[in-house]
């Protein structure tokens, strides 16, 4: 135990350069320990003007520290020796299989304490002594060993790569610089590391302040979690006793209430946790991102730093850089006046007050991530559309695996289907609820709609044409204009007309938008309701070659 303590003290007093406890011991600014004689040659070699790092956590210092002996590491190092300090048995610092060996010893070589970036050797401690005693070693740059002292050297020219050509982005030797790569812009491997060195440091702050932003995030959602389980059980409470008033006629919609309240609460805390797991998730992976550019930053090696520069520099677009959109409210009180209302006209009107009941249920919704703001933004909700062919009217051809329509001349051979339209519409195979976007691209005239699968297949057009039943919400455009129709209601909208439409669809929310698709995305109109059914895509054609696709997006 006591051979273990002194083996302890020695590490602690030895110059981390040489490896031997240290001779005229000095402290540099930043703490750290060394032979006054390893330190200055170490400054002595560096590359930068008039900047000085420690060579161990590389802190920097301007200008050039003034050293002065360390009076209690000398007396510490002098009473050790006294007490039988000596170097270490060599039989400990033999190389093993993960370790990088000393390219100058025969035999059994022992570990390489140091790699030389200019001799492109690795060297032990006793094989080293020159590069510390010698003055023709004086500038040679001495780093952490490694296996990859090969890779600095010119394949071409077997020159050692001291030259960063940023036309080609790769490193070269000073031969390569005047010949295949005269011309192009060439800096000193050390110039360009300090530049790409800056960015890292830069980049570094973007991900640590996107953790902080996604930290705060996830406590804005916990306690969202929370105070959603909080109104949940306030609002069961409530209706529990205003249900238990009338509990000869109501106990079975009490527990219809009960259930629907205790499914939605599941639902929106499932979206709360959901979103909450993925923050962290992202925090994780900005984490390993920041310990990969932290790693690269303490990189001694210039021209591995810049070969793994690109990758490791490289970070993703943040979607969620606007953070968490909260408004806190009680959640559930509609629930209750609903239910207060329903006790006060049960007798007038059981089914409708059910009814309301219910709405108020499902419009309950926690506004968890902000409006999309770019069209990236939506792509994240779009969906694939396709045309049913058993509601597409007889003068209209689908094709494109059935997400074109064009209208024909003469009448398609259709076998009959009650749910084929008489007027020139179709409506799309796939249902739509939640957060729904796609995009229609047009030619001629056109209806852009979304419709209930209910809606009239035959009869006049005010009947069952897009935008002129209260089952239908419509678009319709032409050459000139946009003009928005529902329930035979009419809006006209002013603006330029695009030849792609953009369909983003919160059927929870009850928010139907329409935007037009061109080098920007400008919104055209927007509806705020509340849907009661699953809705489905429509298109509406009139003339002969007018035509419409769901392009696929990406």
Known sequence: MAQKGVQLDQETISCSICLDPLKDAVTIPCGHSYCMSCIQTHWDGEDGKNIHSCPQCRQTFTPRPVLVKSTMLADLVEQLKKTGLGPAAADHYYAGAEDVACDVCTGRRLKAVKSCLVCLVSYCHKHLQPHHESAAFKKHKLVDPSEKLQENVCSRHSEVMKMFCRTDHQCICYVCSVDEHKGHDTVTSAAERTERQTELVVSREKIQQRIKNKQKDVKVLQQEAEDISCSADEAVEKNHKILTELIRLLEERRRDV??????????????????????????TE?????????????????????????????????PDSSGIDICPRNYFEDVTTAVSELRDKLQLSLTEGWTNI???????????????????????????????????????????RNKRVTVMRQKRNYPYHPDRFSWFQVLSRESLTGRCYWEVEWGGSLRVAVAYKDIKRKGNYDECGFGYTDKSWALCCDNNS?????????????????????????????????????????????VQTTFTQPLYAGLGLWYVGDTAHFPKLH
């Open 258 to 283: 009960e259930r629907h309240i205790r499914s939605k609460e599941e639902t929106e805390v499932s979206r709360v946790k959901e979103l909450e797991s993925k923050l962290k998730q992202e925090i």
């Open 286 to 318: 900005l984490r390993r991102k920041d310990a990969e550019m932290d790693k690269l930053s303490h990189t001694h090696d210039h021209n591995q730093f810049l070969l793994q520069y690109p990758s490791v520099s490289k970070l993703r677009e943040d």
């Open 358 to 400: 219910s709405l108020s249920i499902t419009q309950t919704q926690v506004l968890l991530e902000p409006e999309p703001q770019t069209r990236a933004g939506f792509l994240r909700y779009s969906r694939q559309i396709t045309l049913d062919p058993n509601t597409v009217s007889e003068l209209l051809s689908l094709s494109e």
């Open 482 to 526: 946009f003009v928005f129709r529902h329930n035979d209601v009419e809006s006209s909208i002013p603006g330029p007309v695009s030849s792609r439409i953009g369909v983003d669809l919160d059927h929870t929310a009850g928010i139907l938008s329409f935007y037009s698709i061109s080098k920007t995305m400008t919104l055209i109109h927007r």
